[in-house]
C-alpha cells in the first residue's frame, strides 16, 4: 500500500493526518543521564554531549550528477560546495512551500551525506529516480516513530558536543592545541586512537554564536572507543551526557523548528504520483499526524505549508540556479511574508497552566508537559487578530522560560507583547493522548534573534 492509498481511503489528506497517534519517538537511550535541568545547565556553563547516532535518517550519494541533483532540488547555491563544507539544505515544492530540510556533509572522495528528518531525503530520492540522475544512493533509515531502528546498519556513530568547555574538553581529548572549527566547516581530529570527523555546529545557540559547538562522528564500530574517550577526556571539565528529555528541548534554543508540515498534500498529479511513490509507512503520516493539533484550524490541508521565510531560511534562497519551486519564489520575494520568532512565556501565565492542569482544576487548559511540549499549530494573537502560529514549545532552565518557536507576521514588532492561544480546537475529543481541556490565552514576548539565556 502507498501513502496515497491511505488517504484515498481515509477520504482526504486532512482526515489522514489527524488521526490521533501516541505523541513522540522513543529514543533508545535514557531520557536522562543525570536530570534533564542538569543536562540543560551543562550547555550554558560547562559542556553537554548528544547521542544522534539512531534517530536520524543519512543518505549518502556520490556520482557525476550528484551536485546536479542537490542543486535541482533545493534552494541552495552550490557554488565552491564541496568536500569538508556543509550546509542546511532545503527543498520546496513546485509552489514554493517548504518539504523539508536536513544538514548536507561534503565529504570525501565526492561523497555527500544528507542527514536529518526523512521528507526532505524522500523527496531528493524520488526526484533521483524520476530524473534519471546519474548517482548512486546507500541509505541508513533512522528511528522509527514506534522507537525501531531502521533495518541498515549505520554507517556512523553521531555525536554533538557544545557549551562553553567544549574547546578544552577537544583540546585534552586530542592532546593539542586546536584552532576552533568556523560554522559549517568540517576537519579531522584524533581522539581515542581514531580519526574522528567534525563539524561546525551547534543546536544550543543561534548559528555563529561563540560558544558554537561541533557535531562528531566516525565509523559506527568504532562508537564505543570514542564515546569513553570524550567522556574520559570531559570529566575535570563537567561534561555531562544528555538523555531525550533534554536534546528534545534544544530546538527553542538554536531556533531550529523540527517538523514542519511537508507541503506534498497538493491535489495534482504530480504530487499524487509522488505519494503513490512513498511507502504507507512514511514518516510524512506521523509528522502530520501530531503536527495538526493546535488551537488553529483547517480542513484545507494547504494552511498548514510553510514558505521559507515563515521559517526564518528566507537568507537561504539563491537564484543563482534553477530547482523546483524557484518561480514561486521569485513572485514572493516581493510580497509580505512571515518570520520566525521565539516567544517567551509570561511567568505568571506559564504558572496558571502548570497549575491547573496538573490539579485538574474545572476548565484545565491542555495538559503542558516538561520539558518539551508536541508540536501544536496554536494561534498567535495580537488584539484578537490571528498574526501566526506557533510550532514547538520547550522549557529552557537557563532563561528560566518556557518558549515557543513561531511564525508570525512581519509587521509584528520585536518586544511586543502577543497570546498563544493555548490548546486544541476541539478540546482535546479527538485526541485521546491528548486530555480533555480548554482552550487558554498566554502572553508572551516576541524575540526576533534567540533571547539571552537560550
Do not use: C
Request: a negative charge.
Amino acid at each position: 500500500m502507498s501513502f496515497q492509498d491511505q488517504i484515498n481511503q481515509a477520504g482526504s489528506a486532512y482526515q489522514l493526518l489527524a488521526k490521533p497517534l501516541p505523541p513522540s519517538q522513543i529514543f533508545p537511550y535514557p531520557n536522562v543521564h543525570t536530570n534533564w535541568r542538569d543536562e540543560q545547565e551543562a550547555w550554558a556553563k560547562s559542556a553537554v554531549l548528544f547521542n544522534q547516532s539512531w534517530h536520524m535518517t543519512d543518505l549518502y550519494i556520490e556520482g557525476p550528477d550528484t551536485l546536479k541533483l542537490l542543486s535541482d532540488t533545493s534552494v541552495n547555491s552550490y557554488e565552491n560546495f564541496g568536500t569538508g563544507r556543509a550546509k542546511q539544505y532545503l527543498a520546496v515544492n513546485r509552489n514554493g512551500y517548504v518539504i523539508g530540510d536536513v544538514i548536507l556533509f561534503g565529504l570525501s572522495d565526492g561523497v555527500y551525506a544528507l542527514v536529518g528528518e526523512p521528507p526532505a531525503i524522500n523527496w531528493i530520492q524520488y526526484q533521483a529516480e524520476l530524473g534519471g540522475y546519474d548517482v548512486s544512493m546507500h541509505r541508513d533509515d533512522g528511528l522509527t516513530y514506534s522507537g525501531v531502528i531502521g533495518e541498515t546498519p549505520k554507517r556512523f556513530f553521531r555525536y554533538e558536543i557544545d557549551g562553553p568547555n567544549t574547546q578544552k574538553i577537544l583540546e585534552k581529548a586530542t592532546g593539542e592545541a586546536l584552532e576552533r572549527v568556523k560554522f559549517f566547516h568540517m576537519t579531522d581530529l584524533q581522539i581515542g586512537g581514531r580519526t574522528v570527523h567534525a563539524l561546525g555546529h551547534t543546536m544550543v545557540a543561534a548559528p555563529g554564536a561563540e560558544n558554537t559547538g561541533l557535531e562528531l562522528f566516525g565509523p559506527a564500530e568504532e562508537h564505543e572507543d570514542f564515546l569513553n574517550a570524550i567522556l574520559e577526556a570531559g570529566k575535570e571539565f563537567g561534561l555531562k551526557q544528555a538523555g531525550s528529555m533534554a536534546y528534545r528541548t534544544t530546538a527553542t534554543a538554536s531556533g531550529w523548528i523540527p517538523f514542519p508540515l511537508p507541503a506534498i498534500y497538493d491535489n495534482d498529479d504530480e504530487m499524487t504520483r509522488y505519494r503513490e511513490w512513498l511507502s504507507d509507512d512514511t514518516a510524512e503520516n506521523v509528522l502530520g499526524a501530531f503536527g495538526l493539533l493546535g488551537s488553529f484550524h483547517s480542513s484545507n490541508i494547504e494552511d498548514y505549508y510553510m514558505t521559507p521565510w515563515d521559517l526564518g531560511y528566507g537568507r537561504m534562497i539563491k537564484f543563482d540556479h534553477d530547482f523546483i519551486g524557484r518561480e514561486a519564489l521569485e513572485k514572493m520575494v516581493s510580497e509580505p511574508h512571515g518570520k520566525k520568532v521565539w516567544l517567551v512565556w509570561n511567568h505568571e501565565d506559564t504558572a496558571r497552566v502548570l497549575a491547573d492542569s496538573e490539579l485538574n482544576q474545572p476548565n484545565r487548559p491542555r495538559l503542558l508537559p516538561t520539558p518539551a511540549s508536541l508540536e501544536y499549530y496554536d494561534e498567535v494573537r495580537v488584539a484578537e487578530q490571528r498574526v501566526g502560529l506557533t510550532h514547538y514549545h520547550a522549557y529552557n532552565g537557563n532563561m528560566p522560560a518556557w518558549v515557543s518557536l513561531a511564525s508570525i507576521d512581519e509587521n509584528v514588532a520585536n518586544g511586543s507583547t502577543v497570546e498563544i492561544l493555548w490548546g486544541d480546537h476541539d478540546g482535546g475529543e479527538r485526541n485521546p493522548y491528548t486530555p480533555n481541556h480548554t482552550i487558554t490565552s498566554i502572553r508572551a514576548t516576541v524575540h526576533t534573534q534567540a533571547p539571552p539565556g537560550a
